[in-house]
């Protein structure tokens, strides 16, 4: 017997990854993400133990948040131009200690699942 489409009860095993929000998250968005929370407080705790006001510090802290963003999502970015760089390496085998850069994250699923987005 074949697959058969339930209009009624469709399958959401794929929509339902983080809350179908985000779809294809890189795999730096979790990083980014506690990278965020974490300057957050810690920039909170910070001018708040300093100074002794509340709202000193809730805007010190709002003011992080752009800049953890940027740097993350800056440094995702790079790390992903030299997964790139070094695609045709990996095609011919060449063991990842002889790479000429480290990546931090593996984004091997990440450029299978971005085909099969435009696919």
Do not use: H
């Not at 000193?56 to 997964?83: F, G, H």
């Amino acid at each position: 017997m074949g697959e058969s489409i339930d209009p009624e009860n469709p399958d959401t095993s794929e929509s339902s990854k983080f809350f179908g929000i985000f779809k294809n998250p890189d795999p730096g968005f979790t990083q980014t993400s506690i990278s965020l929370f974490t300057n957050f407080m810690l920039a909170n705790m910070f001018v708040y133990g300093v100074t002794g006001r509340a709202k000193l510090a809730y805007v010190a802290s709002m003011v992080s948040i752009p800049c953890s963003v940027i740097l993350s999502v800056r440094d995702s970015q790079k790390d992903y131009e030299k997964w790139k760089e070094m695609r045709l390496l990996r095609l011919k085998g060449v063991p990842e200690r002889f790479m000429p850069y480290k990546c931090k994250y593996d984004w091997t699923d990440y450029d299978l699942r971005k085909l099969r987005a435009e696919n």
